[in-house]
C-alpha cells in the first residue's frame, strides 16, 4: 500500500511539473533483422510511474523503454493507459525474456502483469508489435537508447 501511495504521489508531482522523456533510437534484432524504433526513455521512478499513462495513440514504430538501475521482478499496469500494449521484458544484455500483451485499464482495479523473470528493462509498444516482427524470448534490443541506463 506505501509503494502504491508513493507511486501515486510521484505521478502527481510528475505531472504538475510538466514531466518530459528523453527522446532517442532502440533497435530490435530478430531472425537476422533490425527493427528501428523511435522511443521515450523512462529512466527515474517519476517517469516510470507516468509511463504511457493518458496517451491517445502510439506510431507504428514508436515505444517506451524503461531502464533501471537494477534488476527487478516486478510488475506492470495499465492504470489510465488508453492503448493496448505489448511489453518485452530484458536483461542488461539485452536479451528478451519473455513478452506479453497488456490491456488498457480505467477503473480499479487494475490487473498486475507479472513476466515471471528478472529482468532490468522493458520495452512498450503497440499490442501485436512484436508478433507482426516475428521477435521473441532470446531476441535482443540495443541502440543509443540505453546509453541512459541509470547506474545501480
Known sequence: MARGFALAWLLLL???QGLTFPKSTLYVESGGKRHLLKVEVADTP???AQGLMFRKA???DEGMVFLFPAPSAGGFWMKNTLIPLSIAFFDRQ?????IL???PCRAD????YYPGVVYQGALEVNRGWFARRGVRPGDRVGGEA???WPRP
Not at 94 to 98: F, H
Open 94 to 98: 539485452g536479451v528478451i525474456l519473455r
Open 146 to 148: 540505453l546509453r541512459f
Open 101 to 103: 500483451d497488456m490491456e
Open 46 to 48: 517519476e517517469r516510470q
Open 58 to 60: 502510439l506510431g507504428e
Open 109 to 112: 482495479p487494475c490487473p498486475v
Open 14 to 16: 510528475a505531472l504538475a
